[in-house]
């Protein structure tokens, strides 16, 4: 990988690839997706070809443009199902978060502990009674 420290701007743009096609849990999709609607094309698939690149390649000119409106007209169906998984997402973090929350109610006269912040008046730092 990294021979020396020096070198380590050569791997970047190889991160950020990696970075970019891999798909994340709060959304299902992966970054590239939701920004340009399509899923990137990795090098090795323009050298070995998959079959996407081998359907897209026997296009004609007219197919290939109809072919590309039709996926911009379908990137807000695929924002909208993924706005749909960010939301079941965020309802099961908050199911699993309640689950380990105690609720306590506390009544006039009970003694609890109170922490106060550095930003709060009453803080007075080092100088505070023990």
């Not at 070198?7 to 939701?34: D, I, K, N, Q």
């Not at 939301?87 to 099961?92: A, F, P, T, V």
């Amino acid at each position: 990988m990294i021979k020396n420290d020096k070198s380590c701007h050569e791997m970047l743009p190889y991160a950020l690839l990696g970075y970019l096609t891999t798909v994340r849990t709060f959304t299902g999709a992966t970054p590239y997706l939701l920004v340009y609607g399509n899923e990137v094309v990795v090098p090795a698939e323009i050298e070995i070809p998959s079959l996407r690149i081998i359907q897209e390649s026997g296009l004609s000119n007219e197919e290939w443009v109809c072919g590309h409106y039709e996926q911009l007209m379908l990137i807000d169906e695929k924002r909208m199902i993924v706005v749909c998984h960010g939301q079941l997402y965020q309802h099961r973090m908050i199911r699993s978060f309640n689950k380990k929350v105690r609720a306590r109610t506390f009544e006039v006269g009970q003694l609890v502990l109170k922490c106060i912040f550095p930003h709060q008046e009453e803080y007075k730092g080092k100088f505070a009674s023990n």
